[in-house]
């Protein structure tokens, strides 16, 4: 039996702009049946991807004015590291100052405060972080701009630039200039991502859909409600999914260690050099060879392959409860712990899974998320 390439869709004018491509408008015009046939187009590119994690990182730091997350990225798009601006270790939150004023200078954050920058790169989950790709909300200040290039980081992508004529930008840009680390202003795609927890989807919204941020919120005080870690992981999961060309269903999974570092991420795909165009994304051939399944790559599996390190005693997000395949890869791999979010469905391949982590005693647990919804809102950013 030979492989059957998918028919073109009716319209002609899909290009793939898979660098960051959206084309909902031209997506609509083909058929459900179209649709299912051939890749998704509508993916999101990697530098939205990066940025969209910078931002969600964001929403871990707990200074009350201004959140700003950064990821590292190495050139195989896996995420090295990752920080949000807080203060250092064992500096407790409640105890240093979070007030941007103060008679008293050594009262203020900005002595304490370390940079989102300058802890993605601490954060690192390799030894060597030489030649990758810094993803961060705002252009890098001249303290951080060291700590990247003495890091051998050789790229910056930031977004916001509201320090720009601040003399700590023009000493970073002018060291930037002589060290030849490349630097470039994210122009974002998208006004706001919706991430939904209920759906396990990663969604385009307008930003009038955003509940109001509490105005009245006290800014000498550390924030309260910074997102949790497990939202924030299982957000990681969401966004991921949406990476997936399956045109049916999108599915997210990251590994991550005992330092809360993400050190793998994955989507279902096809495998390496397998195309996207010319392998099956169907599931209702009647030959086997032409759907999907014998091919297709699940997100854990990827997670767990694409770990740039080992990932003995991690816990494994994922949108959806592992199967036995991807299960029997969590156990050979040393992976402690299950979370997942949609509901457990009782199928021959979810039984046998579980049945092979209750013998193994690895824990799984459903994610219950503090909130229904996350949303990764681009517009705030001062660029
Ligand atoms: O490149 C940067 C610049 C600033 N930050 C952090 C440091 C502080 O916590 C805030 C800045 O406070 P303002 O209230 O805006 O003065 O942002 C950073 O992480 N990276």
């Not at 049945?355 to 994610?367: D, E, F, P």
Request: with cysteine; glycine share 6%.
């Amino acid at each position: 039996m030979s492989l059957v390439t998918p028919s073109p869709p009716a319209t002609t004018n899909i290009s793939d702009r898979s660098a960051d491509g959206c084309l909902a408008e031209e997506i609509s015009t083909l058929t459900v049946e179209d649709r299912n046939l051939t890749k998704r187009t509508d993916y999101i590119g990697w530098d939205s991807y990066f940025m969209a994690i910078s931002c969600l990182v964001s929403k871990r730091s707990k200074d009350p004015a201004t959140q700003v997350g950064a990821c590292i990225v190495n050139r195989k798009n896996r995420i090295v590291g990752q920080g949000y601006n807080g203060m250092p270790r064992g500096c407790s939150d409640d105890e240093f100052p979070w007030d941007k004023t103060s008679s008293n200078p050594t009262e203020t954050k900005y002595f304490y405060v370390c940079h989102a920058e300058m802890n993605a790169v601490f954060n690192k989950n390799c030894a060597d972080i030489s030649n990758c790709v810094l993803y961060s909300l705002l252009f890098p200040c001249n303290q951080c701009a060291k700590t990247i290039i003495q890091s051998g980081i050789s790229e910056v992508v930031y977004m916001g630039d509201k320090n720009m004529n601040k003399p700590e930008a023009t000493a970073s840009k002018r060291m930037f200039e002589a060290s030849g680390v490349t630097v470039r202003q994210f122009r974002p795609l998208y006004d706001v991502l919706k991430i939904n927890f209920k759906s396990g989807k990663c969604e385009e919204c307008l930003p009038n859909t955003i509940p109001p941020e509490d105005m009245n919120r006290d800014l000498s005080k550390k924030r309260e409600h910074c997102l949790p870690w497990d939202d924030y992981f299982m957000a990681i999961s969401i966004l991921v999914a949406k990476r997936s060309k399956c045109p049916t269903l999108q599915r997210g999974a990251c590994i991550v260690n005992q330092e809360k570092c993400i050190i793998g991420q994955g989507y279902n795909g096809m495998p390496h050099g397998c195309s996207d165009d010319e392998f099956p994304w169907r599931s209702d051939s009647d030959s086997e060879l032409d759907n999907k399944y014998l091919y297709e790559c699940h997100a854990v599996l990827n997670a767990i392959l694409n770990a740039g390190v080992n990932v003995k005693g991690c816990v494994v997000y994922s949108t959806t409860f592992p199967c036995n395949e991807c299960t029997k890869a969590i156990i050979q791999s040393g992976i402690r712990k299950v979370v997942y979010l949609q509901t457990l469905e009782m199928e021959p391949r979810s039984c046998a899974a579980l049945r092979m982590l209750n013998a193994v005693g690895i824990t799984y647990r459903q994610h219950i998320p503090v909130q229904d919804e996350l949303f990764v809102d681009f517009t705030l950013i001062d660029a």
